[in-house]
């Protein structure tokens, strides 16, 4: 959702620049910092959804933030699967 609104942002200040420079050139040229900070926000989110996969619309964190909250807490059990997971992947991107 938030990559949408960032591109969305995006595309509206687009729109608006040039309006803005017909009427007043210096602030249009005071967006561009606003629209460089969108398009690199709008980078990392991008990253940070590649990097966190959703499925079903909920990532993992998400589901041990929920078990953090509900009370029963995170135990030690799910700290060494997560472990494991981890290794697992670190090992699958080295290549062993």
């Known amino acids: 959702l938030a990559l949408i609104i960032n591109v969305m942002l995006i595309a509206s200040l687009g729109y608006i620049l040039p309006i803005f420079y017909?009427?007043?050139?210096l602030s249009a040229y005071l967006q561009v910092p606003y629209?460089?900070?969108l398009i690199f926000a709008t980078i990392l989110n991008q990253a940070i959804?590649?990097?966190n996969p959703?499925?079903?619309g909920v990532?993992?964190?998400r589901i041990q933030a929920d078990l953090?909250?509900?009370g029963?807490?995170?135990n030690d059990a799910m700290l060494q699967y997560d472990i494991k997971k981890l290794q697992a992947a670190a090992a699958k991107y080295a290549g062993l």
């Not at 017909?22 to 050139?25: F, L, P, Q």
Request: glycine fraction near 10%.
């Open 22 to 25: 017909r009427i007043d050139a």
């Open 35 to 37: 629209l460089m900070w």
């Open 49 to 51: 959804c590649k990097l």
């Open 54 to 56: 959703t499925v079903g």
């Open 59 to 61: 990532n993992e964190a």
């Open 68 to 70: 953090a909250a509900s």
């Open 72 to 74: 029963d807490g995170y």
